[in-house]
Protein backbone atom coordinates (compact mmCIF):
# COMPACT_ATOMS: atom_id res chain seq x y z
CA UNK A 1 0.00 0.00 0.00
CA UNK A 2 1.96 3.54 -1.17
CA UNK A 3 2.11 5.81 1.54
CA UNK A 4 0.47 9.47 0.76
CA UNK A 5 2.46 10.73 -2.31
CA UNK A 6 2.93 14.29 -2.95
CA UNK A 7 3.79 16.37 -5.74
CA UNK A 8 6.53 17.90 -6.96
CA UNK A 9 8.80 17.67 -4.28
CA UNK A 10 10.06 20.69 -4.76
CA UNK A 11 8.92 23.90 -7.17
CA UNK A 12 10.69 27.32 -7.77
CA UNK A 13 8.31 29.86 -8.48
CA UNK A 14 8.75 33.84 -9.73
CA UNK A 15 6.72 36.15 -8.02
CA UNK A 16 3.17 36.35 -9.07
CA UNK A 17 3.04 33.32 -10.97
CA UNK A 18 0.65 30.09 -9.94
CA UNK A 19 1.66 27.25 -7.58
CA UNK A 20 -0.13 23.95 -7.48
CA UNK A 21 0.40 21.52 -5.31
CA UNK A 22 -0.56 18.31 -5.45
CA UNK A 23 -2.17 14.76 -2.99
CA UNK A 24 -2.40 11.78 -3.50
CA UNK A 25 -3.96 10.00 -0.24
CA UNK A 26 -3.45 6.97 0.73
CA UNK A 27 -5.87 4.08 -0.95
CA UNK A 28 -8.84 3.74 0.80
CA UNK A 29 -8.45 7.15 2.33
CA UNK A 30 -11.03 10.09 2.50
CA UNK A 31 -10.06 12.75 4.63
CA UNK A 32 -6.87 14.84 3.44
CA UNK A 33 -5.12 17.79 5.36
CA UNK A 34 -3.41 20.68 4.47
CA UNK A 35 -0.19 21.81 6.59
CA UNK A 36 2.62 24.55 5.99
CA UNK A 37 5.73 25.04 7.50
CA UNK A 38 7.61 28.10 7.50
CA UNK A 39 11.52 27.89 8.35
CA UNK A 40 12.09 27.31 11.73
CA UNK A 41 8.51 27.44 12.48
CA UNK A 42 5.61 24.01 13.12
CA UNK A 43 3.60 23.22 10.91
CA UNK A 44 0.10 24.88 11.38
CA UNK A 45 -2.73 23.34 9.64
CA UNK A 46 -4.57 25.32 6.63
CA UNK A 47 -7.63 22.86 5.38
CA UNK A 48 -9.03 19.96 6.29
CA UNK A 49 -11.23 18.23 3.33
CA UNK A 50 -13.29 14.90 2.28
CA UNK A 51 -14.04 14.04 -0.90
CA UNK A 52 -15.96 17.18 -2.92
CA UNK A 53 -16.29 19.12 0.45
CA UNK A 54 -14.41 21.39 2.20
CA UNK A 55 -14.91 20.50 6.22
CA UNK A 56 -12.72 22.98 7.47
CA UNK A 57 -10.60 26.01 6.11
CA UNK A 58 -10.08 28.29 8.89
CA UNK A 59 -6.10 28.17 8.54
CA UNK A 60 -6.41 29.22 4.50
CA UNK A 61 -4.96 32.65 4.64
CA UNK A 62 -8.25 34.81 2.81
CA UNK A 63 -7.12 35.60 -0.77
CA UNK A 64 -4.82 33.91 -3.20
CA UNK A 65 -4.75 30.12 -1.69
CA UNK A 66 -7.71 27.65 -2.43
CA UNK A 67 -7.64 23.80 -2.48
CA UNK A 68 -10.29 21.10 -3.80
CA UNK A 69 -10.41 17.57 -2.94
CA UNK A 70 -12.04 15.56 -6.83
CA UNK A 71 -14.33 12.75 -6.90
CA UNK A 72 -11.22 11.63 -9.48
CA UNK A 73 -7.84 12.48 -8.78
CA UNK A 74 -5.73 14.00 -6.37
CA UNK A 75 -6.35 17.47 -3.88
CA UNK A 76 -4.78 20.27 -5.11
CA UNK A 77 -3.66 22.61 -3.25
CA UNK A 78 -2.96 26.37 -5.59
CA UNK A 79 -1.49 29.66 -4.57
CA UNK A 80 -1.94 32.59 -6.67
CA UNK A 81 0.32 35.46 -7.64
CA UNK A 82 3.24 34.11 -4.81
CA UNK A 83 5.25 36.49 -2.89
CA UNK A 84 7.82 35.32 -1.20
CA UNK A 85 6.25 35.03 1.86
CA UNK A 86 5.00 31.91 0.00
CA UNK A 87 7.98 30.22 0.13
CA UNK A 88 7.97 27.05 2.76
CA UNK A 89 6.93 23.26 2.90
CA UNK A 90 3.40 22.17 2.63
CA UNK A 91 2.56 18.83 3.44
CA UNK A 92 -0.57 16.65 3.07
CA UNK A 93 -1.40 14.28 5.31
CA UNK A 94 -4.71 11.37 4.59
CA UNK A 95 -6.63 9.50 7.02
CA UNK A 96 -9.59 7.11 6.26
CA UNK A 97 -13.29 8.10 6.44
CA UNK A 98 -15.61 7.74 9.15
CA UNK A 99 -16.09 9.56 12.70
CA UNK A 100 -13.62 9.69 15.58
CA UNK A 101 -10.06 9.36 15.99
CA UNK A 102 -7.80 9.10 13.28
CA UNK A 103 -4.22 8.78 12.95
CA UNK A 104 -3.02 11.14 10.36
CA UNK A 105 -0.65 10.00 7.92
CA UNK A 106 1.79 12.53 6.27
CA UNK A 107 3.75 13.21 2.72
CA UNK A 108 7.36 14.12 2.36
CA UNK A 109 6.22 17.99 1.50
CA UNK A 110 6.51 20.07 -1.56
CA UNK A 111 9.11 22.44 -1.34
CA UNK A 112 8.29 25.71 -2.99
CA UNK A 113 10.41 28.52 -3.06
CA UNK A 114 9.48 31.83 -4.50
CA UNK A 115 12.32 34.25 -6.27
CA UNK B 1 -6.47 29.54 20.89
CA UNK B 2 -4.46 26.66 21.01
CA UNK B 3 -0.79 26.43 21.76
CA UNK B 4 2.65 23.67 22.52
CA UNK B 5 5.77 24.58 24.18
CA UNK B 6 8.37 22.25 23.80
CA UNK B 7 11.43 22.23 25.53
CA UNK B 8 14.76 21.47 25.12
CA UNK B 9 14.14 23.24 21.72
CA UNK B 10 17.67 21.18 20.84
CA UNK B 11 19.81 18.34 22.79
CA UNK B 12 22.60 15.98 22.11
CA UNK B 13 23.17 12.49 23.69
CA UNK B 14 25.27 9.96 22.84
CA UNK B 15 23.91 6.48 21.50
CA UNK B 16 22.73 4.37 24.22
CA UNK B 17 21.75 6.67 26.41
CA UNK B 18 18.12 7.74 27.46
CA UNK B 19 16.75 10.54 27.34
CA UNK B 20 13.36 12.82 27.97
CA UNK B 21 11.78 15.44 26.15
CA UNK B 22 9.21 17.70 27.65
CA UNK B 23 5.75 19.32 26.40
CA UNK B 24 3.41 21.94 27.79
CA UNK B 25 -0.01 22.63 25.71
CA UNK B 26 -2.91 25.22 26.09
CA UNK B 27 -6.06 23.25 24.70
CA UNK B 28 -9.54 23.64 25.60
CA UNK B 29 -11.47 21.39 25.21
CA UNK B 30 -8.92 18.59 24.90
CA UNK B 31 -9.31 16.13 22.71
CA UNK B 32 -5.74 14.19 22.14
CA UNK B 33 -2.10 14.43 22.66
CA UNK B 34 0.28 12.89 19.62
CA UNK B 35 3.99 12.74 19.37
CA UNK B 36 5.59 12.84 15.80
CA UNK B 37 9.33 12.26 14.39
CA UNK B 38 10.23 14.20 11.91
CA UNK B 39 13.45 13.53 9.67
CA UNK B 40 15.13 16.54 8.08
CA UNK B 41 13.47 16.20 4.82
CA UNK B 42 10.67 14.38 5.26
CA UNK B 43 7.25 14.03 6.67
CA UNK B 44 5.62 13.67 9.95
CA UNK B 45 5.28 10.15 11.46
CA UNK B 46 2.97 9.28 14.15
CA UNK B 47 4.45 8.03 17.24
CA UNK B 48 1.87 7.97 19.87
CA UNK B 49 -1.21 9.16 20.04
CA UNK B 50 -3.30 9.51 23.74
CA UNK B 51 -6.77 10.45 24.57
CA UNK B 52 -7.44 12.32 28.33
CA UNK B 53 -8.52 8.75 29.62
CA UNK B 54 -4.54 7.17 28.95
CA UNK B 55 -1.81 8.49 31.08
CA UNK B 56 1.04 6.28 29.90
CA UNK B 57 1.30 4.78 25.82
CA UNK B 58 4.47 2.90 24.48
CA UNK B 59 5.65 2.37 21.12
CA UNK B 60 8.71 0.21 21.17
CA UNK B 61 11.57 2.36 22.88
CA UNK B 62 9.56 5.35 22.99
CA UNK B 63 7.45 5.77 26.17
CA UNK B 64 4.51 8.90 26.49
CA UNK B 65 3.24 10.24 29.38
CA UNK B 66 0.24 12.64 29.54
CA UNK B 67 -0.44 14.31 32.89
CA UNK B 68 -4.53 16.23 31.69
CA UNK B 69 -4.27 17.91 34.97
CA UNK B 70 -0.96 20.26 34.67
CA UNK B 71 -1.36 19.83 30.96
CA UNK B 72 1.82 18.23 30.41
CA UNK B 73 3.65 15.97 28.02
CA UNK B 74 7.11 13.98 27.99
CA UNK B 75 8.28 11.31 25.48
CA UNK B 76 11.35 9.15 27.31
CA UNK B 77 13.21 7.66 24.33
CA UNK B 78 14.96 4.56 25.94
CA UNK B 79 18.87 2.94 24.65
CA UNK B 80 19.12 6.36 21.99
CA UNK B 81 20.04 4.73 18.71
CA UNK B 82 21.73 6.93 15.72
CA UNK B 83 18.43 6.69 13.53
CA UNK B 84 17.16 8.57 16.77
CA UNK B 85 18.48 11.88 15.39
CA UNK B 86 15.26 13.91 14.03
CA UNK B 87 13.09 16.54 15.28
CA UNK B 88 10.26 15.29 17.80
CA UNK B 89 7.08 17.04 17.52
CA UNK B 90 4.47 17.38 20.19
CA UNK B 91 1.13 17.90 18.77
CA UNK B 92 -2.50 18.67 20.64
CA UNK B 93 -5.94 19.01 19.44
CA UNK B 94 -9.47 20.05 20.60
CA UNK B 95 -13.26 18.66 19.91
CA UNK B 96 -13.13 20.99 16.37
CA UNK B 97 -13.17 18.46 13.58
CA UNK B 98 -13.34 15.43 15.88
CA UNK B 99 -10.10 16.12 16.91
CA UNK B 100 -8.40 15.70 14.41
CA UNK B 101 -7.27 19.24 13.38
CA UNK B 102 -3.69 19.73 14.91
CA UNK B 103 -2.02 22.19 16.49
CA UNK B 104 1.83 21.76 16.27
CA UNK B 105 4.84 22.58 18.65
CA UNK B 106 8.32 23.53 17.08
CA UNK B 107 10.20 20.29 17.99
CA UNK B 108 12.83 19.49 20.26
CA UNK B 109 16.25 18.66 17.53
CA UNK B 110 17.42 15.42 19.00
CA UNK B 111 21.38 14.59 17.78
CA UNK B 112 22.35 10.63 18.80
CA UNK B 113 26.37 10.86 18.65
CA UNK B 114 28.60 8.22 19.12
Known amino acids: NAGVMQNPRHLVRRRGQEARLRCSPM?????VYWYRQLPEEGLKFMVYLQKENIIDESGMPKERFSAEFPKEGPSILRIQQVVRGDSAAYFCASSPPGQGLFEQYFGPGTRLTVT | KNQVEQSPQSLIILEGKNCTLQ??????????LRWYKQDTGRGPVSLTIMTFSENTKSNGRYTATLDADTKQSSLHITASQLSDSASYIC?????????????FGTGTQLKVEL
Open chain 1, 27 to 31: KGHSH
Open chain 2, 23 to 32: CNYTVSPFSN
Open chain 2, 91 to 103: VVSDLTGGGNKLT
